[in-house]
């Protein structure tokens, strides 16, 4: 019998349970493109409802719906401030630049959370020489972050500031439901303060594909027509909905699970000689550390993991993420910790 591979990566890497694949196998399917997809205006709406939202649009990726979202609330030649080690900033092909014309504000926060007083004085003047600051974005819960989850009175306060000077406010709550699911806050509760929110269901959720992105009707009609030009329009997307659907009404309270695996990983690599954690604490899903310098690199690291089974994601020369997820036990994570003290102690 084959040794079972324990993928840590991400949370991207679940595969659908044999309960979703049952629901992908019976949804009722239209031409999405054509708005007749029945399985995805039941999605939309649900998701709508949700995040306390009038409207809401499924997208394949989330990359795509931050990147619609930008291009809905900016023109060319404008600005959008964003924290310096956000995803969208990061990780996403600077697409606010290349397809939108958009300059990014990066601002140094702690662990993904900008402080209101970072921000006073960022707005440019109404002047020739500068582009238009016109959006601010934030990610919750913040993946360079170590999964930390914004605090609320922060959100609060600076979307109530950025409210006040005109500015558009983007959620990329791609991993909203963790940051719901660890404090308790409903995501409508997050979202009342932005105007748009992004949202993921392959993310933690489990689903195999799609993202989606809610707001006003107004907006989100704009945006069906960015998603259109981005070829993220899809036909029959039903079966794709209906793995989303599954996972909203299934899998957002078992989050918590992958929290607690996260805190019991971190806990273990806390008393490995050779790995430091990167921050004393993990809130949600994701868990980083740093090698020792005599240990080797973390690609080194990462591919002596693969070889007993357990993969790993490197983060920088000497950084490692380790993601709890669907596909990972606390028997996992227990036999990954083995696998790590056994491989450093090598």
């Known amino acids: 019998m084959t040794a079972k591979i324990l993928d840590f990566r991400s949370d991207t890497v679940t595969k659908p349970t044999a309960a979703m694949r049952a629901?992908?196998?019976?949804?009722?399917?239209?031409?999405?493109?054509?708005?007749d997809d029945p399985t995805v205006i039941r999605l939309q709406e649900r998701v709508a409802e949700i995040l306390g939202k009038e409207a809401a649009l499924l997208v394949p990726s989330g990359t795509m719906s931050n990147l619609v979202a930008v291009r809905t609330h900016c023109r060319p030649g404008e600005e959008m401030i964003c924290e310096?080690?956000?995803?969208?900033?990061?990780?996403?092909?600077?697409?606010?630049?290349?397809?939108?014309?958009?300059?990014?504000?990066?601002?140094?926060?702690?662990?993904?959370?900008?402080q209101l007083e970072q921000l006073t004085g960022l707005i440019r003047p109404a002047n020739?020489?500068?582009?238009?600051?016109?959006?601010?974005?934030?990610?919750?819960?913040?993946?360079r972050g170590g999964g930390n989850i914004q605090p609320y009175d922060v959100v609060e306060s600076i979307c109530r500031w950025a409210a006040e000077h005109g500015l558009r406010r983007h959620l990329d709550g791609a991993r909203l439901w963790n940051a719901a699911v660890a404090t308790g806050v409903p995501p409508a509760r997050?979202?009342?303060?932005?105007?748009?929110v992004s949202v993921c269901f392959s993310k933690g959720l489990g689903a195999p594909v799609g993202s989606a992105l809610a707001g006003p009707k107004e907006l989100i009609a704009?945006?069906?027509?960015?998603?259109?030009?981005?070829?993220?329009?899809m036909r029959q997307a039903g079966v794709l909905a209906a793995a989303a659907l599954y996972a909203l009404d299934h899998h957002i309270g078992r989050l918590a699970e992958d929290h607690a695996n996260a805190r019991r990983l971190a806990e273990g690599i806390a008393h490995i000689p050779g790995l430091k954690l990167a921050w004393d604490d993990f809130p949600t899903n994701l868990v980083f550390f740093h090698i020792d310098a005599g240990c080797g690199t973390a690609?080194?690291?990462?591919a002596r993991l693969r070889e007993q089974g357990v993969l790993v994601l490197p983060d920088g020369p000497h950084t490692i993420r380790m993601a709890t997820h669907l596909d990972v036990s606390a028997a996992d994570v227990e036999t990954a910790l083995a696998v790590l003290e056994r491989t450093l102690r090598r």
């Open 84 to 114: 310096a080690g956000a995803h969208i900033f990061n990780h996403e092909q600077g697409g606010y630049a290349q397809i939108c014309g958009v300059a990014p504000r990066p601002v140094q926060g702690q662990r993904g959370v900008m």
């Open 299 to 302: 690609a080194e690291l990462a």
């Open 190 to 196: 997050w979202a009342q303060h932005f105007d748009t």
């Open 222 to 233: 704009e945006a069906l027509r960015h998603r259109k030009v981005l070829g993220g329009g």
């Open 128 to 143: 020739a020489h500068y582009v238009r600051t016109r959006l601010i974005t934030i990610e919750n819960t913040h993946n």
């Open 23 to 35: 629901a992908m196998a019976a949804a009722e399917v239209g031409d999405d493109v054509l708005g």
